[in-house]
């Protein structure tokens, strides 16, 4: 029973379309996020998502939209695909929102690679 | 605002030899500090965490941290290293006025851990 799953594991594609990550998470957190690890394995945060309140981080292209359709699931959209998006995502999820010392749940990331 | 140094992005250590990953941490307020583990093609785990209290910290699979405000610096460390320890290590902050979302990760550091 893995706790954030995310598909696909792999995703290899063109520039220039538009792809989707899924995930889900079955242990009923409040809250979901997208993270971004580069080649250099530098880990930043992309969105953090509750029902309530969508916070994007200034840096990342409008080209990529978080999508939930209910509380469980956390879907990333990216239009228009580059190069430079290559790279692993990874979703999570906590139990609360804004609890700082709350524990995050990583799915095992999804390389994607823009060819 | 937070940032995270991670000295060394490898270190080798051999087989039940201690193991020191370096963090050394900037905050401007009091810092919540943790310390996440990623194996190969899996997402990461939290392994500890630092909030208040207790300065030394211990964490899963005999791995323990200790935060020393004169130094900014939250070391990781166990006495003997396993071979199921090869693995990327990531140490994060947050201010603990932040969010999750405000989660920083440092670039992490790789161990391998040699017979």
């Known amino acids: 029973d893995t706790a954030v799953s995310q598909t696909p594991k792999y995703l290899v594609t063109q520039m220039g379309n538009d792809k989707s990550i899924k995930c889900e998470q079955n242990?009923?957190?409040?809250?979901m996020y997208w993270y971004k690890q580069d080649s250099k394995k530098f880990l930043k945060i992309m969105f953090s998502?509750?029902?309530?309140?969508?916070?994007i981080n200034e840096t990342v292209p409008n080209r990529f939209s978080p999508k939930s359709p209910d509380k469980a699931h956390l879907n990333l959209h990216i239009n228009s695909l580059e190069l430079g998006d290559s790279a692993v995502y990874f979703c999570?999820?906590?139990?609360?929102?804004?609890?700082?010392?709350?524990?995050?749940?990583f799915g095992s990331g999804t390389q994607l690679s823009v060819l | 605002a937070q940032s995270v140094t991670q000295l060394g992005s490898h270190v080798s250590v051999s087989e039940g030899a201690l193991v020191l990953l370096r963090c050394n941490y900037s905050?401007?307020?009091?810092?919540?500090l943790f310390w996440y583990v990623q194996y190969p093609n899996q997402g990461l785990q939290l392994l500890l965490k630092?909030?208040?209290?207790?300065?030394l910290v211990k964490g899963i699979n005999g791995f323990e941290a200790e935060f020393k405000k004169s130094e900014t610096s939250f070391h990781l460390t166990k006495p003997s290293a396993h071979m199921s320890d090869a693995a990327e290590y990531f140490c994060?902050?947050?201010?603990?006025?932040?969010?999750?979302?405000?989660?920083?990760f440092g670039k992490g550091t790789k161990l391998s851990v040699k017979p």
């Open positions: 998502y509750n029902n309530k309140e969508l916070i």
């Open positions: 999570a999820s906590s139990k609360k929102t804004g609890a700082t010392n709350e524990k995050l749940f």
């Open positions: 630092y909030t208040t209290g207790a300065t």
């Open positions: 905050s401007s307020v009091p810092p919540y």
């Open positions: 994060a902050v947050i201010d603990s006025g932040g969010s999750q979302g405000n989660l920083i």
């Open positions: 242990l009923g957190h409040d809250t």
